[in-house]
């Protein structure tokens, strides 16, 4: 019998960037962890668009999105076992971070049993199966419905998203260049996240992209297709995927960016 373990895409920003095979960084890094580990990866829906990954630029990120991967005739302790030694050992130096959430957000299905269970081992009910699946068509649905509208303000066409949630809270102009993303003029619609920001509790902004091709610094191939995972050493080396085309998806304000700079044009511009 083959054995292989499949994979999910899922593409968030379908309706305003359709055909788009995507996964997550996050994602791509465990394909790479499972491939290298000797299994044979296929990326859902089988069809011949190339996989692209999603990468956030201005925030850490550390697997908020769900993760699926459905095993056909492995077991899926070898799975299990595989990614959270893996994931225990980026925690270590990621004390930030809640290992609970994690392990909620990486599911592992049985194929032939049709047991969905989780990295802290629950198994899910029929209903919360549903209810995962749900969850995942609410968010596509709710960026379409965002990517959809129109800015109101003429020379401010990029929207503002909050914490990569769904929900516009403002309009903008923005640069995306090597050296981060640069706010040229915007205006914040949403008075609690105006609020929030005069306040400090919001301090920066991030962006989402499709890394459409990019390059590992190893092994000088495409990064989708080696497994070489970015942030790992290799022979003293650091991996690096050099990203040498993206497409901007949407910006977001955060609480905790990497870099606090973009804001200061934002209360500036702000709610007048
Ligand atoms: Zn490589």
Known sequence: MRRYIEIDSFNPYEKYFPNRKLVDKDTLTLIKLLREDGHDVIIKPRNDIPVQYLFKKGILEFFTNPFYAYLSSIPTGIVLNLISDYLKKKLERKPEVTKKEIYNNI??????????????GKNFTKGEQIDLKKKKEKIQANFGQCLDLRSPYPNLPTPIFYEHKPRIVGWSSIIVDDMGIKIKDSQIIDKN????IETGKIKGGSMTGIAEKSVCSICGSDYVNCNHIAGEKYNNNDCINHIEKATGV???????????????SIVKNGNK
């Open 193 to 196: 996240i105006f609020r929030k």
């Open 107 to 120: 599911i592992i299905i049985d194929n032939s049993k049709n047991i969905f269970s989780n990295l802290d």
């Open 250 to 264: 949407e910006f977001s304000l955060v609480k905790n960016p990497i870099n606090p700079e973009c804001l200061v």
